[in-house]
């Protein structure tokens, strides 16, 4: 039954996020980015992670984890509202150029590694029956991100975005397949589901679960995408956007983790990528290649949002930058370069920081208008609100175990 459910989900699933309506609509279009970069490799890896972390304690984790990046989301939308019309201005703040000019940086190296990473994961997904050297990764990485570049250089951004529409829908239709699975699972035997919340074992505790857990926010990283869309679409759309997919990838998140509790025990004791793989095959077989499936379409999907937002960067940043197709030339070239020259796995951790203090000095700079003109609405309580969050995404800088590692 549960093997019939699962097909049935991903056939319908697909239909609807793949019809030419939906892939039509502006409003998705837009959210497909942010959306894409949200969910890449992060609901594999979060059911193991949570599970050593917290054990049965894992669906509050995650809604604080989803809270909080709904707290940075909540910053980077009032960025685009404030902050985005006074860099705009003939004489802008030069404390606002400069700390613009410093989070650029940093998400360009954070955006290049990951891109990096994500489809070097790829290709170990796809190569892992058939070899393990790692050069016949490399070049598989480099084929496509050559294509990936290819497709931005001709088509632009819409043509990154018809690549993610297909990557999205595919990814969300067999996760939405297992949480049917999951939910079926756990309705065999609600008896078992409530012994798991009761007697799930935590491995870690203490310090070091609060650093992994503030790590996690990368997990949900992301959403700062739309930010970077603005030569396609206006700062309502964008913020709207931003929002739409922090509220889609949440729900996927809650319901994904407060589902998978029962399954906890069936997990190795140290956290592996693919470990949900071992639970799903349990529950039935048929989940097993979807996954794979899912695994690349993630990677894949991530790599293209990430490349579209880091172009679109580029190409705003750099004035002699004819186009925004040389932006993406420029980040997967990049990205083709750290595949090649360093340990892409090794230098992920210090994306993952860059990632952070990305955040961190965005909210700076919307402290700085905030602190500058009165004008703004609701000025007092921003400022205590996202001054609490600039303290607290300065101690995740240099505090966080970033997820997975």
């Known amino acids: 039954m549960i093997a019939i459910a699962v097909v049935l989900t991903v056939v319908v699933a697909a239909a609807a996020l793949l019809r030419p ?11 497909v980015t942010p959306l894409a970069s949200i969910i890449g ?21 995650m809604a604080g984890v989803v809270a909080v990046a709904h ?51 790829m290709s170990s997904f796809v190569l892992r029956s058939v070899t393990d050297d790692p050069r016949a990764a490399q070049v598989l990485t480099t084929m496509v991100l050559v294509g990936i570049g290819a497709v931005g250089w001709r088509r632009g951004l819409h043509g990154l975005e018809a690549l ?28 078992a ?9 935590i491995e870690w505790g203490g310090w070091d679960a609060v650093r992994v857990l503030a790590g996690m926010l990368l997990v949900v990283q992301g959403f700062e995408t739309s930010r970077y869309l603005g030569a396609h679409y206006d700062a309502p759309t964008r913020i709207a956007s931003m929002r739409r997919a922090q509220l889609i990838s949440a729900a996927i998140y809650l319901v994904f983790v407060a589902l998978s ?45 990430d490349t579209a937002g880091g172009g679109e960067m580029l190409a705003g940043a750099i004035p002699r930058m004819s186009s925004a197709g040389v932006g993406y030339v ?60 600039a303290v607290l995404l300065g101690l995740v800088v240099v505090f966080a175990i970033p997820a997975g590692s």
Do not use: C, H, N
Request: charged share 15%.
């Open 21 to 31: 309506g939906l892939r039509a609509s502006p409003r998705w279009r837009a959210t």
């Open 41 to 61: 490799s992060g609901f594999l890896v979060v059911t193991p992670l949570l599970a050593a972390v917290v054990g049965s304690w894992a669906p509050v984790a």
């Open 71 to 121: 707290w940075v989301g909540a910053a980077m939308r009032l960025v685009i509202a404030e902050v985005e019309p006074r860099l705009e201005k003939t004489d802008p703040s030069r404390i606002l150029v400069d700390l613009d000019r410093l989070s650029r940086l940093l998400l360009s190296f954070a955006y290049v590694v990951s891109v990096a990473f994500y489809l070097r994961l």
């Open 164 to 191: 993610e529409e297909v990557a999205v829908g595919i990814k969300l239709s067999i996760i939405a397949s297992l949480v049917v699975a999951l939910l079926a699972f756990d309705l065999g035997d609600p008896g």
């Open 193 to 201: 589901v409530v012994d798991a919340y009761r007697t799930a074992q």
């Open 261 to 305: 509790v029962r399954v906890f025990d069936a997990l190795p004791s140290t956290v592996q990528e693919t470990a949900i793989l071992d639970v799903a095959g349990e529950m039935t077989v048929v989940l097993v290649p979807l996954l794979v499936v899912a695994a690349v379409a993630s990677q894949l999907s991530a790599a293209i949002a």
């Open 330 to 389: 420029a980040v997967t070239g990049s990205a083709v370069a750290v595949v090649w020259l360093a340990d892409v796995f090794a230098i992920v951790s210090l994306a993952s920081r860059a990632f952070a203090a990305y955040y961190l000095v965005a909210t700076m700079m919307l402290l700085v208008v905030l602190i500058r003109d009165r004008s703004v609405p609701r000025r007092t309580a921003r400022l205590a609100g996202f001054g609490t969050l």
